[in-house]
């Protein structure tokens, strides 16, 4: 025990050691927590779900009925079209124009849920895609797979 101006001091070496490495480890876990939370590779934000559209195929071509009741029925609107066992991103991107595109994110393959307008989300790693299907901001770097749409009588088509 050291003495200091006639007051005892009980710190020994050792105990200041113990609390100096656990100050560390506190100081490396909060680092680690915080670069985990700041990833490239983890989501940055979470973006609303589309609403999910059954749609048809045959030969092909994919046909999704649009009336003034579906999602896709305003302009600036999207969703995930379904169809037997793929899936697709539709918006309505001007009066009588759709783009049609995967919903398999080039990064990673996750099917992508999220819709920010004017922006679609993938939920696993954060990938944002203009509805064209170019990337916004990655991980992800290549563009998604887009199809030629038409629009007659009410009902979207495109080939996939």
């Known amino acids: 025990m050291i003495e200091q ?9 050792r105990a200041f050691c113990v609390h100096a490495c656990e100050a560390v480890s506190l100081a490396a876990v909060g680092a680690m927590l915080q670069a985990c939370g ?3 590779t983890s989501p940055t934000s979470t973006a609303p779900p589309l609403p999910t559209i059954n749609g048809s195929a045959a030969g092909g071509v994919v046909s ?4 003034p009741a579906s999602a896709l029925a305003n302009i600036g609107s999207a969703a ?7 899936a697709y991103l539709v918006a309505h991107t001007a009066q ?3 783009t049609a595109l995967t919903a398999v994110c080039t990064h990673e393959g996750c099917t992508i849920t999220g819709f920010d307008s004017p922006k679609y989300v993938c939920p696993c790693h954060g990938s944002q895609y203009s509805t064209t299907g170019a990337v916004l901001n990655g991980p992800a770097t290549q563009s998604l797979r887009q199809f030629p ?12």
């Open 38 to 40: 700041g990833s490239p």
């Open 96 to 98: 009588n124009t759709f």
């Open 64 to 67: 999704v009925p649009i009336d």
């Open 149 to 160: 749409t038409q629009f007659v009588n009410n009902v979207l088509t495109f080939s996939t």
């Open 80 to 86: 995930l079209v379904q169809v037997s066992n793929a």
């Open 5 to 13: 101006n006639d007051v005892p001091c009980t710190f020994t070496r």
